[in-house]
């Protein structure tokens, strides 16, 4: 792929599956989402804002591992956690405020480097994950979104 056209089209589809439940395919993998009973589902799969949170450590493990070779570190493990604050009042149409998404997200991602790491090295590392990882980016920064709807 030459570096004037390196840009990736990513589709997803789905339907839905019942009131709460969707299923989606990426590629040849499903996904189902479905919310919790509290909130009206079947507790079918994860919620579609949880989804998001685990593309985060997916793509934090993906981009910790290619960014490794970059500083000559030898990365043997890697194990992520992320969390986020999130009020489904305005999603429900129960509020105007606060938003619909998430609040603030945080992650906390511990890496088993092969030999030893020193601090300015490990911050340097750090804002290159961080810089690079395209979940990061996609959270961080704002995306143009485009949502049509049409009848069926």
Do not use: I
Not at 19 to 42: I, T
Not at 63 to 90: C, H, S, Y
Request: net charge negative; proline share 4%.
């Amino acid at each position: 792929m030459s570096d004037a056209n390196a840009t990736q089209r990513m589709e997803v589809s789905g339907e839905s599956d019942g009131e709460s439940k969707f299923v989606a395919r990426a590629r040849d993998h499903e996904l189902v989402m479905d919310d919790p009973e509290a909130m009206g589902g079947d507790d079918e799969g994860a919620m579609p804002v949880e989804y998001l949170l685990a593309a985060w450590t997916g793509c934090l493990n993906a981009t910790v591992r290619a960014v490794a070779p970059d500083f000559d570190l030898d990365v043997e493990g890697v194990a992520v956690e992320v969390a986020g604050g999130f009020d489904p009042r305005k999603h429900l149409g129960r509020a105007e405020e606060p938003r619909a998404g998430y609040q603030g997200v945080e992650a906390s991602v511990d890496v088993d480097f092969a030999g030893d790491v020193d601090d300015e090295t490990l911050a340097e590392f750090t804002a290159a994950v961080e810089a690079r990882c395209p979940v990061s980016d996609n959270l961080a920064n704002e995306t143009a979104t485009d949502v049509t709807l049409r009848r069926e």
